[in-house]
């Protein structure tokens, strides 16, 4: 059984920053890929960002583009999204999520995804 775990949200001023964490347990963590998923009230997941198994591949939403920043350690089982220069419409909800078949790249179906975490609250103030 896979296990994500995020951490590193919080409230934050516009133009600041936040890492997020998101840790892996129960998976051969390299061959899978990772992606980052947000939601807002009443709104469906939005795809922000997403890497491949092996860390060669990379892909974002075009409004984190240049502000975010995805990587991982294979040898912690953990996925960072560095998150800079934030804005008030990136607050919500954000979740790491985990899968092995995807139908194109970047993979932005959060149907695709077979394991999620359980969230973690990014609120930027104004």
């Known amino acids: 059984q896979v296990q994500l775990v995020e951490s590193g949200g919080g409230l934050v001023q516009a133009g600041g920053s936040l890492r997020l964490s998101c840790a892996a347990a129960?998976?051969?963590?390299?061959?899978?890929?990772m992606g980052w998923f947000r939601q807002t009230s009443g709104k469906e997941r939005e795809f922000v960002a997403a890497?491949?198994?092996?860390?060669?591949?990379?892909g974002y939403e075009d409004s984190v583009k240049g502000r975010f920043t995805l990587s991982r350690d294979v040898a912690k089982n953990t996925v960072y999204l560095q998150m800079n220069s934030l804005k008030p419409e990136d607050t919500a909800v954000y979740y790491c999520?985990?899968?092995?078949?995807?139908?194109?790249?970047?993979?932005?179906?959060?149907?695709?995804?077979?394991?999620w975490g359980q969230g973690t609250q990014v609120t930027v103030s104004s």
């Open positions: 999520a985990t899968g092995t078949s995807f139908s194109a790249w970047p993979p932005i179906r959060s149907s695709e995804y077979d394991y």
């Open positions: 129960g998976t051969t963590f390299s061959r899978y890929t």
């Open positions: 890497v491949s198994g092996s860390g060669g591949w990379t």
